[in-house]
């Protein structure tokens, strides 16, 4: 599993972050689930579970400078777990 990156977020931003699964999924496979991990520092304010994507929007930020790491675990139609990992920075105000 390759480790993505979103762009850098302000700590007073929410901003959605999505993750396209298209490529992964067969061609009449969709997304059932989706769990989002997201560590201390960021907050989850909402989710969306869509046919191939799954969104997340994130508030917060409490170190300037860090990269968060954020994880989103799906379960498909096919009976398949996929994981993926994405970092999100902090940019300074």
């Known amino acids: 599993m390759t480790t993505l990156s979103w762009p850098a977020k302000d700590p007073d931003e929410v901003l959605d972050y999505r993750i396209d699964?298209?490529?992964?999924?067969e061609e009449d496979e969709t997304i059932l689930s989706s769990t989002w991990t997201v560590p201390v520092g960021l907050t989850q304010n909402s989710a969306v579970t869509q046919a191939k994507t799954t969104t997340v929007w994130l508030s917060g930020g409490s170190t300037l400078g860090k990269i968060y790491r954020v994880h989103n675990r799906?379960?498909?139609?096919g009976g398949r777990t996929f994981d993926q990992t994405v970092d999100l920075k902090v940019k300074p105000k």
Request: hydrophobic residues 45%; charged residues 20%; aromatic residues 12%.
């Open 21 to 25: 699964w298209t490529d992964r999924l």
């Open 74 to 77: 799906v379960i498909t139609s």
